[in-house]
């Protein structure tokens, strides 16, 4: 595949901004929807969000040596329901946010009922976008796929677990489990969507599963150091001494030192797992390298 430097950053930047572009199309005239629910949509599809997952999706296609555009719709479709998670995710029912990123939370800006049906009309409209993909058959296999790893076996269910956590919870196998269903499914099926499309075999697949399962929870430890400087630093308190909002994360099980050392442990067995996929590897292997040093 062409591209214009072979710089990761610039190359996350100028595939963000046809991420975008693509967003913008899909979202615009044509698509049918009342004024204030498309506004509602847009509002916080175009917040600023790092587009991780839809870069996901890109270089897991080009690593399989598919094309940028034909892996387009299932990008974009990773994108909504992302978006659509944070909008459910800061309603009063769950954390009651007022801000995300910066700005006020979807049912701030708008109003409750609104924020609820924006983030429903992103959910349907990702399985919408997948639907255009061709042959039906990869079309197929990615929507089981997504539906998989966005709802109750996936992400609904790990958030219901993080919310009314069951017996066992407050160990490292409890943590791993809900992070891998909670944020790690959805990233690592976007590295499955990339492949699929691409038309990869079973064993590139299962490396990019591998891969994605990894570099899922290096996330989820980077967030929670993130989270837990952020808040030392507000309050001038020694870090890893206390959790963000009570709630149960790595640095609080683990310490400070030993997440910093489990994250490179995930990192360094997610880079081994892109072996099948040879030098065409060499962008994820570095990507998983900025999940864990990204400072927001
Ligand atoms: C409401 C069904 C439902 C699920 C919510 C994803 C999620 C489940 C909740 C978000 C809570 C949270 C802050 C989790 C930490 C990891 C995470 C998903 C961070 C946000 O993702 P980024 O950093 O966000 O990719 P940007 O803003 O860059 O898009």
Redesign the pocket.
């Known amino acids: 595949m062409k591209v214009a430097t072979d710089s990761l950053a610039d190359l996350m930047r100028s595939w963000s901004e046809r991420v975008d572009h693509a967003l913008d199309r899909y979202l615009g005239e044509d698509y049918q929807a009342p004024g204030l629910l498309r506004e509602a949509m847009r509002y916080s599809l175009f917040?600023?969000?790092?587009?991780?997952?839809p870069l996901l999706v890109l270089l897991a296609a080009d690593a399989c040596m598919g094309a940028l555009d034909k892996a387009m719709p299932a990008a974009c479709a990773v994108?909504m329901i992302?978006?659509?998670?944070?909008?459910?995710?800061d309603?009063p029912a769950?954390?009651d946010d007022d801000l995300?990123?910066g700005r006020p939370t979807c049912h701030r800006q708008f109003d409750e009922a609104t924020a609820i049906l924006a983030?429903d009309a992103l959910l349907t409209q990702a399985f919408g976008l997948l639907a255009t993909i061709e042959p039906p058959v990869v079309a197929g296999k990615c929507v089981a796929e997504l539906a998989h790893a966005?709802g109750a076996p996936g992400?609904?269910g790990?958030?219901v677990d993080?919310l009314h956590p069951p017996e066992g919870e407050g160990t490292l196998d409890w943590l791993e489990s809900l992070?891998s269903r909670?944020?790690g499914a959805?990233l690592t099926v976007c590295l499955r969507l990339g492949g699929l499309v691409s038309g990869t075999d079973q064993e590139r697949l299962d490396g990019l599963t591998a891969y994605g399962q990894r570099i899922g929870l290096a996330?989820?430890i980077a967030?929670?150091l993130l989270d837990v400087e952020g808040s030392a630093e507000a309050v001038g308190k020694e870090v890893g001494k206390d959790s963000a909002a009570g709630k149960r994360t790595y640095p609080s099980l683990l310490g400070v030192d030993e997440s910093r050392d489990r994250a490179r442990v995930l990192v360094r067995e997610a880079r081994e797992h892109l072996a099948p996929l040879g030098p065409a590897g060499h962008r994820l292997a570095s990507l998983a390298d900025f999940i864990v040093e990204?400072d927001?």
Not at 47 to 53: D, H, I, P, S, T
Not at 82 to 89: A, E, F, M, R, W
């Open positions: 917040a600023g969000g790092k587009r991780l997952r994108e992302h978006t659509y998670s944070l909008i459910h995710d309603l769950m954390d995300r990123r983030g966005a992400m609904v790990g958030q993080d992070h909670k944020t959805l996330f989820q967030d929670d990204r927001h």
